[in-house]
Each structure stands twice: as C-alpha cells, then as structure tokens.
C-alpha cells in the first residue's frame, strides 16, 4: 500500500529523530498520521478501505486524524456517546469529537462510535470517515498552552451518512481494536520525547557554563551539575525500558504493561527535565525566546494526552493484579 513494509522498530527509530524537530507540535502530527490514526485500518481494514484511506495517507495526500475522546470522555474510551446506527447500507452518525489533532485539516479521521446499545467493551466500532461529508461542523480550532503549531478541534455531526464498508474490521470490536491502537500511540509518545529532553539538558549545561552569577559561572554549582547528571541518567533508564518494550512488542508480545510503564514515566520526566532545567535558566527561562520555556509547555500534554498518568496507572496495576480486569 505504499509503505516500506518495515516492523514497528522503524517507527520508532523515525519518533526519536523527529524528536530533533524544536518543537512539539510538528512530530506530533506525523505521529497521528503513521502511529495513531492508521494502525487499525493497517491491520484489521478491508482492502477496499486500505486503497481509499491508506494508500493516500501513507503518500502524504491524505491527513488522517483520530476521534476518540469526547467532552465528557477523554481517557474513559468506553465512555464515548457518539453513536453509528446502522439503516440499510450505511451508518448514520450523531455525536461530537474533541481535542482532534489536525481535525481542522483533516481528509478522513478514524471514528470511534457506538453502534450497538451492548455492554461499552463491546458496542463500539471503528469507521474511516471522509471528512467532507454533509452534517461534519468543525466547531472551532482550540487555543492550547502548548502545542500551538498543531491544530486541535472540536467536530459535531449531524445525521453524518457513511457506507457501512467503512467500517475496520468487525462492528464491536472498535474498543479493542483502539487500545491496541493506544500501545503504538503511547511508544510513539514516549520515543518523540527522548531527543528533546537530551536537548534540553545540554542547552542548559552549555547555557549555565557561561551563565555567571555571584561572580561564576551557575553550572559550576553542585546542586545544578549534579542535578541534570541525574536528569540524564533517567533519560537513559527510559530509552532503555522504551527499547525493551518495542522489541517485546515486535515479536507479538502483549507490551501493555511496559507502554503504560514508559508511557507514565515519559510524561513525568518530561515535566521534571523541563521544569529543572527552566530553573537554572533563570528569567531568561521564562521567555518565548528559548527553546526549554516551549517545551515546558508543549510537553506537559503527554501527561494527559493518549492516556492520563491515572490511566497508565490503573492499567499498570490491572497487570499487576493489583486491580481486576474487565
């Protein structure tokens, strides 16, 4: 369909690149793109669909973008409201869509919808739906704190008819075919945010060499050169456990523990590297001038985006049998 028929390593070999990208926005675009929007469609979809949705998307003509939260349902997937009722050979959709990277832009977007009243584990299906079809609003492009180069929307529909070949795989399975989405989504998440945390750090050490401050140089104290030592070496831990994770996962492994693990850490380290590093930069740190005052910002969303860390949490715990599982 266009693609180099590479394993999912090379995916994220790609993230940790883009990561040299200065901002957050852009490589969270190709992301959605290659690692959010299209896995299920890659895996589960029709040939029919592959050559109308993939194959354009795959050569750049297409944007792709995924509608799973809601207003009311983020991180609660099963709790969406958005319904595909089914009327003769097509599904007519109902419903809302909120906080969809590139959804102002978008050609077609991976639609998670109910279209059944069973249990929520197993009324949902996912449909590849054009989005120049009547009764699709975009209501409005989100003012964000970060993130600001990537356009988020809020999208209703309205009687939205869509031909019930649309649909990726078999209806009621959209919930699990979307957490397995979920898994390369939160790798992809994690290894995007690994370059730039080695940025940061160095631009700090570089920054607070010549920085001086009672007469020399901020780095020079062991508070600061110990600090992003430290900072560093957790780095390094979550590359490693990151690596762990995709190799498991190429091999056909259930890596669900190890995404929300790295997922998790990911983006609590972000905010730790960021929010230390602003620090020893001083006033100069909380201008738009710099690169760490940006990522402050555009990073604090993977902390909720994907998975909130009290989602990864609860998932860590499932696996742990700590909780019990649905």
Not at 27 to 47: E, H, K, N, Y
Not at 67 to 87: F, H, L, M, P, Q
Not at 242 to 266: C, I, P
Request: aromatic share 8%; glycine share 10%; with cysteine.
């Amino acid at each position: 369909y266009g693609g180099m028929g590479l394993d999912f390593s090379y995916n994220i070999a790609v993230a940790e690149e883009l990561g040299n990208i200065r901002c957050g926005g852009i490589p969270m675009a190709i992301g959605v793109q290659s690692g959010m929007a299209t896995p299920a469609l890659t895996r589960f979809g029709s040939d029919e669909l592959k050559k109308q949705f993939l194959v354009p998307t795959i050569a750049g003509d297409f944007v792709a973008c995924l509608g799973v939260s809601e207003a009311g349902a983020g991180s609660d997937v099963a709790n969406i409201k958005t319904t595909a009722v089914r009327k003769g050979d097509e599904y007519v959709i109902n419903g809302g869509k909120m906080w969809i990277t590139s959804g102002s832009q978008a050609d077609w977007m991976c639609l998670l919808a109910n279209t059944s009243e069973g249990p929520p584990h197993q009324n949902k299906s996912l449909i590849c739906l054009p989005m120049n079809l009547p009764g699709i609003h975009v209501a409005k492009k989100i003012d964000k704190l970060g993130m600001r180069s990537s356009d988020t929307a809020q999208i209703f529909f309205e009687d939205v008819r869509v031909p019930c070949k649309n649909l990726i795989g078999e209806e009621g399975n959209g919930f699990t075919y979307q957490m397995l989405q979920f898994q390369e989504e939160r790798l992809w998440g994690v290894a995007s945010a690994l370059t730039p945390m080695e940025t940061i750090i160095q631009e700090t050490i570089d920054y607070t060499r010549q920085r001086k401050v009672f007469g020399r140089p901020v780095l020079h104290n062991q508070t600061v050169h110990f600090r992003l030592a430290e900072l560093a070496a957790e780095v390094e831990l979550l590359r490693s456990l990151l690596h762990r994770a995709v190799a498991l996962y190429v091999e056909g492994n259930d890596v669900t523990k190890f995404a929300s693990m790295a997922k998790l850490k990911a983006g609590r380290l972000t905010r730790e590297v960021t929010d230390s590093c602003l620090q020893f930069w001083g006033g100069m740190g909380f201008t738009s001038e710099v690169l760490v005052s940006r990522l402050y910002r555009d990073f604090r969303l993977i902390s909720i985006g994907g998975g909130s860390d009290e989602t990864m949490l609860s998932i860590i715990c499932k696996y742990m049998d700590i909780l019990p599982r649905k």
